[in-house]
């Protein structure tokens, strides 16, 4: 039996009659996965055999999708809680939100990462500057045809620009679909107490001011504050990927 369960909810302000059997398959897990409540709830079991994933129906163009998770406290070392839109083939797009665990008491990582055509390597971690554990915080991905924007409840962290003008490729032209995950990276002993829910807000480009949005003078000062506060990774500035030459868009 599942002994770890990461619960989602579904809150349809965007998708009026959206319900987890209608956008939503789960994909592996053998049972730990369940949808539950009228399509409402969606949980996600962890034990020491396996975890257990879910991903969209449908593919999107564009989108804001704003997940509230609430991480599992105590020992959470080798446990991964990710989501992540992603098209398929070998030069995918891919766009990354991931949770680090760790031992009681030390903090989580939040890794991000952009994928285009096929090519990743674009990592940047930070710290939190609350605990993930405690409560429900919103984690956003705002995609539109100018920007990859990563929020942690509406704080931008990230901002990956379209430079699509100086040669660097840019997520606009493969659907991706919204995947959803919890697994242990280590194959350790179970942890218990993981709760995690959701708010999924996928657009089609059709509508929402997140199509046209871009960082304000202080939005972007606030990105800056977070980033040097908080930023633990950054791929530009890698020593050893400095080395050997690091991507065109580090230098803009
Ligand atoms: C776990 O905590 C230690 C000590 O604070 C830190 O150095 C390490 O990066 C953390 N590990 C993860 C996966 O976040």
Redesign the pocket.
């Known amino acids: 039996m599942a002994v770890s369960v990461l619960a989602i909810l579904l809150a349809c302000s965007a998708v009026a009659s959206a319900s987890f059997d209608k956008e939503f398959d789960i994909t592996w897990g053998d049972g730990r996965g369940k949808i539950l409540n009228n399509g409402q709830l969606l949980t996600l079991g962890l034990d020491k055999v396996s975890g257990s994933g879910f991903q969209s129906k449908h593919e999107y163009l564009y989108g804001k999708i704003d997940m509230q998770l609430k991480l599992v406290s105590g020992n959470s ?1 080798g446990t991964v809680t990710a989501y992540y839109l992603s098209s398929q083939g070998p030069t995918h797009d891919e766009i990354d939100f991931e949770f ?4 009681t008491g ?4 939040l890794h991000t990462n952009v994928f285009t055509q096929g090519q990743g390597q674009r990592e940047q971690q930070f710290r939190l500057w609350f605990d993930p554990t405690n409560d429900f915080h919103t984690y956003s991905i705002l995609w539109n045809p100018k920007h990859i924007i990563f929020m942690v409840d509406d704080m931008p962290i990230r901002d990956f620009k379209n430079l699509e003008g100086k040669g660097i490729a840019f997520p606009k032209n493969q659907p991706m679909r919204l995947y959803s995950s919890l697994w242990n990276a280590a194959g350790g002993r179970p942890r218990c107490g993981s709760s995690v829910g959701t708010e999924v807000a996928p657009g089609t480009g059709a509508a929402g001011e997140w199509y046209n949005q871009e960082l304000d003078l202080t939005r972007q000062q606030r990105m800056r504050w977070v980033q040097s506060n908080y930023m ?1 990774y950054n791929y530009c500035t890698d020593p050893k990927r400095v080395a050997k030459g690091v991507p065109a868009e580090c230098s803009m």
Do not use: F, M, R
Not at 100 to 103: E, K, P, Q
Not at 106 to 109: D, K, L
């Open positions: 070392a680090l665990g760790n031992v030390e903090p989580y990582t633990i």
